[in-house]
């Protein structure tokens, strides 16, 4: 995949070099020359061919494929994604279903009422069978003012299932109803599920739990990496006051790539980018073996997972910043081999071309190198782009 991306000539080439601070300290990674060369696209295209790739992913073979589109439509999509969430709503996979539910309740697209009150019906042809996807259904009537079913997610907040215990915290926690505090706590009381725990947090804090927010912005220093990712994008979802000062440490001296990269995305989303966070995620989706093996050292190999996983958060982060070379940039990954990549890369796109509109030089006063069809000479400066000790 990255060899693909150096023949269209989009890669990023940066030459890392330690220095030494006032206290003998050094400082994390930093370079002196930074040199982008990715060709400019026509945005109409570029929106259009990240439309089509969602639609596609949507109508994949893979259940997997499937279900990460659906999760990035409605977003992405919002009301015109709506028939697309729709028909989903018959796929063979209950995830699949669930995902399409809880997209239709995102966007409240109110054609798919009446299917859905026939799937939340008990003992009838076409009824939901999936206890997953059965709280999704409800979660979307609720949303589409339809509350006739939702006193029965308080049962299942305690169901034996544990996958259906997740899916219940999660959508009482997009509902964000302050009667659900109490069920909520008991159900974390009783839990001995680390993950389930930790998602059971983050339900009560989206429901205003000011003890759980403060909970959550403690898992950004978690141990485990999609825990981190998870509060980081929890903390901005609900605009913690700790979002700039969490994330910026984050960004600085996290030892993950894949947490540096969603912590700069999260400022740029809060209106605090910067040159320096803007170089390390073009770097993170244009050079993500290279920074993965820098964060791991000699201790073992990113696997492709970790790679692309790198990858399509980078796309994400990009989107959040208002630099026209982001949306070249995310442009390349339509190209990707990974499905997962594709979708985060449409998803960015059609959320970035909004924010941009006309070509920019410069991020908060500060020049950044352009887009170029052809190399030119390159712009020194020393952004100091920050990796640290192996975790990832």
């Not at 030494?20 to 696209?41: E, F, H, N, Y």
């Not at 998870?230 to 700039?244: N, T």
Request: contains cysteine.
């Amino acid at each position: 995949m990255l060899a693909s991306l150096r023949k269209v000539s989009a890669y990023l080439l940066i030459s890392a070099f330690f220095a030494s601070t006032a206290g003998g300290c050094k400082l994390p990674w930093q370079s002196d020359v930074i040199v982008v060369d990715v060709p400019r696209v026509e945005r109409t295209r570029i929106r259009q061919d990240a439309i089509v790739a969602l639609r596609q992913a949507a109508g994949a073979d893979s259940a997997s494929t499937r279900f990460i589109a659906l999760e990035a439509i409605p977003s992405a999509l919002g009301a015109q994604g709506g028939a697309i969430c729709k028909q989903a709503l018959d796929d063979p996979s209950p995830e699949v279903r669930t995902a399409a539910a809880m997209g239709i309740g995102d966007i409240r697209y109110a054609p798919a009422k009446a299917k859905l009150q026939k799937m939340v019906m008990y003992k009838v042809e076409g009824a939901e069978r999936d206890a997953r996807a059965y709280c999704a259904v409800v979660y979307a009537l609720h949303q589409l003012g339809d509350e006739t079913h939702t006193t029965h997610l308080g049962s299942l907040l305690f169901d034996r299932e544990k996958e259906v215990r997740a899916t219940v915290a999660v959508v009482l926690g997009k509902m964000g109803l302050k009667a659900a505090i109490s069920p909520l706590k008991s159900a974390l009381a009783d839990e001995r599920d680390h993950d389930l725990k930790f998602e059971l947090t983050r339900a009560l804090a989206r429901c205003g739990d000011k003890s759980s927010l403060r909970r959550l912005e403690a898992h950004t220093r978690d141990q485990f990496v999609d825990e981190q990712i998870i509060a980081v994008k929890a903390m901005l979802e609900l605009r913690s006051p700790m979002c700039r000062t969490i994330f910026s440490s984050l960004a600085v001296n996290d030892k993950s790539p894949r947490v540096k990269t969603v912590a700069a995305g999260g400022l740029a989303a809060l209106g605090h980018e910067t040159p320096e966070l803007f170089s390390y995620c073009l770097r993170a989706a244009l050079e993500p073996q290279k920074l993965m093996e820098e964060a791991l050292g000699n201790r073992r190999k990113p696997t492709d997972k970790q790679i692309h996983f790198l990858q399509g958060l980078a796309a994400t982060a990009l989107g959040e910043f208002q630099h026209s070379q982001a949306i070249d940039v995310v442009g390349e990954l339509l190209k990707s081999s990974d499905p997962g990549v594709r979708v985060s890369a449409a998803a960015s796109i059609l959320a970035a071309i909004p924010k941009v509109s006309a070509p920019k030089q410069t991020v908060n006063g500060k020049k950044v190198q352009p887009a170029l069809q052809s190399r030119t000479k390159p712009v020194s400066r020393r952004p100091k782009l920050h990796t640290s000790g192996a975790k990832d």
